[in-house]
């Protein structure tokens, strides 16, 4: 059975950080392109950042900067760093594996900035 387990989710102030986690299970883990979404109230899912193998990573121009995708293949986990947090960052933030016709998510975790 696939899982994805976000963490690391909270309320922060403006300009804070956050560290999100997402342990995966029941898949190769090191052969799947990992992702950040994340979903605002009212908005469409969107895409924020991914990683191919360790080192290949790609973001959306508006956490370009900011947040650092990361993974550590021997524990299963990919990582969100968050820095300089803004309002408009608040979001349902979902973890996504995802290789050739095989797709899986998280659960999510809230993050909200606010001060």
């Known amino acids: 059975q696939v899982q994805l387990v976000e963490s690391g989710g909270g309320l922060v102030q403006p300009g804070g950080s956050l560290r999100l986690s997402c342990a995966a299970s029941g898949i190769g883990f090191s052969l799947y392109t990992m992702k950040w979404y994340r979903q605002a109230p009212g908005k469409q899912r969107e895409f924020i950042a991914s990683?191919?193998?360790?080192?290949?990573?790609n973001y959306v121009d508006s956490v370009r900067g900011r947040f650092t995708i990361s993974r550590d293949n021997a524990k299963n986990t990919v990582y969100l760093q968050m820095n300089n947090l803004k309002a408009e960052d608040t979001a349902v933030y979902y973890c996504?594996?995802?290789?050739?016709?095989?797709?899986?998510w998280g659960q999510g975790t809230q993050v909200t900035v606010s001060s």
């Open positions: 990683i191919i193998g360790s080192r290949i990573t």
């Open positions: 996504n594996a995802y290789r050739s016709s095989f797709d899986y």
